[in-house]
């Protein structure tokens, strides 16, 4: 075996995901050269995230120069925080740009995949029946990809139409409807502002309150979208700026008090601006618990949706669902056409439902129960040659998730570097290493808002503990993801 030909063979990568994190595998994997690559996505498109969530106002709350990959800035952001179809079109527009299609499997879902010690092979099986075999297994498929509606008491007896917002349904007119929303996070209060006029009635129902945030949003006219494409430096200044100011959130929600007070002051500034002389509203959007526990909101139509007269915030725990509507926190049930659900994800999986079995047989899910682990959020011992991108405590709530899975494709191009140059079959992060990283995880997140901030959110499993948000700042997260250290991973010839 010699250099990257294992035999007279090229190594493969399977790709699992067209979002974000694969595309951009998939880019610096064809750029790199070592490696081919084949990329299997279950949907229609490449997009991920931004391919299934079409609700109406989707769009990111991280500013587009940053919220994109570095060494993909060419699209001409209308604004500086994109709607989902800019952000759907710049993915699709990866595809060609870097001739990705010939690589991808679209409506092709990965079903499971099995790690043959002996050969350093990864099988992985599809949907459609197939079976391919790989050298290495780079898994991208989000942290918010599984909606989730609540179990309520008597949620199947409801006769009106019904759907979550990551599958809207554009067929379901809403003008002049009842309309109950379900759910107040960052989904709800996008889409929220866009359907009050139209409704005839609005019945939000808030479990608890939001922190929220003025978005510093604008349009960037036709000679500043000019000076960004002309002059690629303004777009890496432009970067630059987004990431030092949404790092400084880093600060607020890791622990220092400062911060955090400064950012508090912010939002109750605003939310009493917003709702001034509605002591009602104020009382109800006053969250009991420290900023940033919960994600933080950016938005400047929230505040002004719930002013209407045809909305009614409800606040509290649900009682549950009838034929007709919706008992509200109050024992009222209220009638109600169509019923929105805005709440959110089954974020405990980070690989479910694929069945990913490693080198002693053992199945990932099962291997991490209700606590998943990776050493930098990337590699999981025992799982040889397995890539997680956006993995387990990759999160933050503050930051550019394309960034951080920049930071983790880097690492896993080294790897491949690596594996060439040594002719390995394959390398398995130490156990040693991954158990240090997660008493490391542990003990920084002891003084975060999502562990001591008082409210229960998706980044923390059931005993409270944060399996999902990276504890510290991303210059850290870049800089310790920059290359493997070999001290830390075994590998085999
Ligand atoms: P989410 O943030 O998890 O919000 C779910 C909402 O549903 C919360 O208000 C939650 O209340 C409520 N809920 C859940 N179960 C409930 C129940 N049994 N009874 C009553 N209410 C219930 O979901 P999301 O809004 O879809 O957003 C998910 C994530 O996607 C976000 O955290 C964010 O990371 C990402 N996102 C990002 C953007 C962006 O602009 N970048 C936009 C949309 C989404 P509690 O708060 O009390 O739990």
């Given at each position: 075996m010699s250099g990257g030909q294992r035999g007279a063979r090229k190594r493969r990568a399977a790709i699992v995901g067209a979002g974000f994190g694969g595309l951009g595998a998939a880019i610096r994997l064809q750029q790199q050269g070592l490696m081919d690559f084949e990329i299997f996505e279950r949907g229609a498109s490449a997009g991920g995230v931004w391919r299934a969530n079409t609700y109406p106002g989707a769009g990111c709350d991280v500013p587009s120069h940053y919220y994109s990959l570095s060494f993909a800035p060419g699209?001409?952001?209308?604004?500086?925080?994109?709607?989902?179809?800019?952000?759907?079109?710049?993915?699709?527009?990866?595809v060609d740009e870097f001739g990705l299609a010939p690589h991808l499997h679209?409506?092709?879902?990965?079903?499971?995949?099995?790690?043959?010690?002996?050969?350093?092979?990864?099988?992985?099986?599809?949907?459609?029946?197939?079976?391919?075999?790989?050298?290495?297994?780079?898994?991208?498929?989000?942290q918010l990809t599984n909606p989730t509606i609540p179990a309520l008491p008597g949620l199947e007896q409801f006769a009106g139409e019904s759907f979550h917002s990551a599958y809207w349904n554009r067929d379901v007119a809403l003008a002049g409807k009842r309309v109950a929303v379900i759910g107040t996070g960052?989904?709800?209060?996008?889409?929220?502002?866009?359907?009050?006029?139209?409704?005839?009635?609005?019945?939000?129902?808030?479990r608890s309150a939001s922190w929220i945030l003025p978005k510093p949003d604008r349009s960037y006219p036709e000679w500043e979208r000019k000076l960004f494409r002309r002059f690629p430096l303004r777009v890496a200044a432009a970067r630059a700026g987004f990431f030092a100011a949404y790092d400084l959130l880093t600060y607020a929600?890791?622990?220092?008090?400062?911060?955090?007070?400064?950012?508090?002051?912010?939002?109750?500034?605003?939310?009493?601006?917003?709702?001034?002389?509605?002591?009602?509203?104020?009382?109800?959007?006053?969250?009991?618990?420290?900023?940033?526990?919960?994600?933080?909101?950016?938005?400047?139509?929230?505040y002004?949706?719930?002013?209407?007269?045809?909305?009614?915030?409800?606040?509290?725990?649900?009682?549950?669902?009838?034929?007709?509507?919706?008992?509200?926190?109050?024992?009222?049930?209220?009638?109600?056409?169509?019923?929105?659900?805005?709440?959110?994800?089954?974020?405990?999986?980070?690989?479910?439902?694929?069945?990913?079995?490693?080198?002693?047989?053992?199945?990932?899910?099962?291997?991490?129960?209700?606590?998943?682990?990776?050493?930098?959020?990337?590699?999981v011992t025992g799982f040889p040659n397995l890539f997680v991108l956006y993995g387990p405590n990759t999160n933050h709530g503050s930051a550019s998730i394309p960034y951080v899975e920049e930071c983790q494709i880097r690492l896993m191009i080294d790897a491949v570097k690596r594996l060439h140059?040594?002719?390995?079959?394959?390398?398995?992060?130490k156990p040693e290493s991954q158990a240090r990283w997660r008493a490391e995880i542990e003990r920084r997140s002891e003084k975060t808002t999502w562990v001591a901030g008082g409210c229960s959110s998706w980044y923390l499993n059931q005993d409270g503990v944060n399996t999902h948000n990276w504890p510290g700042e991303w210059i850290e997260f870049r800089r310790r993801t920059n290359a493997v250290d070999p001290r830390d991973y075994r590998f085999v010839a």
């Open positions: 699209h001409r952001w209308s604004r500086r925080f994109a709607p989902q179809t800019e952000i759907l079109d710049y993915l699709k527009g990866l679209l409506n092709t879902e990965v079903t499971s995949a099995q790690f043959d010690q002996a050969r350093g092979l990864w099988t992985v099986e599809t949907g459609d029946g197939q079976s391919r075999e790989f050298d290495v297994l780079i898994t991208a498929c989000g960052a989904s709800a209060i996008q889409f929220v502002p866009e359907i009050a006029p139209q409704v005839g009635h609005l019945d939000i129902y808030q929600f890791t622990g220092n008090r400062m911060a955090g007070n400064v950012i508090r002051k912010l939002a109750d500034g605003y939310r009493n601006y917003a709702l001034k002389g509605r002591a009602d509203l104020i009382d109800k959007m006053t969250p009991h618990y420290d900023i940033g526990c919960k994600r933080l909101l950016l938005t400047n139509d929230w002004p949706a719930l002013r209407r007269d045809n909305v009614a915030l409800h606040h509290g725990k649900l009682q549950g669902i009838t034929a007709n509507g919706v008992i509200g926190p109050d024992g009222v049930e209220r009638a109600v056409d169509v019923i929105i659900w805005g709440t959110g994800f089954d974020t405990g999986g980070f690989v479910a439902p694929m069945k990913i079995r490693g080198a002693d047989g053992r199945e990932l899910n099962e291997v991490w129960g209700d606590r998943p682990e990776a050493f930098l959020g990337t590699s140059e040594g002719g390995y079959r394959y390398l398995d992060v």
